[in-house]
């Protein structure tokens, strides 16, 4: 079956604009996660969906970032304004609470650049 | 969840084992050991877990100490795919957990021909 994909793989944008995003995890998995993995640094959690409530919000670094997901599916995160120090590769990836799941699947990433 | 330290790099050569190894002396008795490694330009790849046995599966095998204060991951027969940058990391399992990872600077394996 199909893995996490996301879209775009890349995307470059002008420093104060906003940009969105997208998640789409595997298909029957309850729970979503955003990740984020600057250059030169380690992977850091953002954001956790179980279906379309975020019980955890605690990795986002501002409120210009937000995160919301539909259908217990799809899932977007927003940057609003951003700024140079948003440039990295955002992550996303699933997981199968129903059946108890441990391992989360994770997407190719898109490669945010802010100039 | 416990912190984890790893070394920050290894070599090993093609078709030997690879050993990688992890400390987190401050584990909770409810908390499993989680390795993942990350291939270059690709998204993290779960490669297996544990509690306390030693676990086993086709990619590898997690050996835990008996005082789970440290564990190794062990690649039986490396090849050049395997070069990567593994992370260790230790959280707690269960309905009401949200399963967020918490990586740190993970080992960089360099599997050499």
């Known amino acids: 079956g199909a893995g996490v994909s996301q879209s775009p793989s890349n995307k470059v944008t002008e420093k104060g604009k906003d940009v969105e995003l997208r998640c789409d995890p595997i298909s029957g998995h309850t729970a979503l996660y955003w990740y984020r993995q600057s250059l030169g640094q380690g992977l850091e959690f953002l954001i956790y969906f179980q279906g379309n409530s975020a019980p955890d919000k605690s990795g986002l670094p501002s409120d210009r970032f937000s995160a919301e997901r539909t259908g217990g599916s799809v899932s977007t995160l927003t940057i609003q304004r951003t700024q140079q120090e948003d440039s990295a590769v955002y992550l996303c990836?699933?997981?199968?609470?129903?059946?108890?799941?441990?391992?989360?699947?994770f997407g190719p990433g898109t490669r945010l650049t802010v100039t | 969840d416990a912190k984890t330290t790893q070394p920050p790099s290894m070599d090993c050569a093609e078709g030997r084992a690879a050993n990688l190894p992890c400390n987190h002396s401050t584990i909770s008795g409810n908390e499993y050991v989680y390795w993942y490694r990350q291939i270059h330009s690709q998204g993290p790849q779960y490669i297996i877990h544990?509690?306390?046995n030693n676990e086993t599966n086709e990619m590898a095998s997690l050996i835990i100490t008996e005082d789970r204060k440290s564990s190794t991951l062990i690649l039986p027969h490396a090849t050049l795919r395997d070069t990567a940058v593994y992370y260790c990391i230790v959280r707690v399992a269960g309905t009401g957990n949200t399963g967020k990872l918490i990586f740190g600077q993970g080992t960089t394996l360099q599997v050499k021909p």
């Open positions: 990836a699933s997981r199968n609470t129903r059946q108890g799941g441990y391992e989360q699947y």
């Open positions: 544990g509690l306390k």
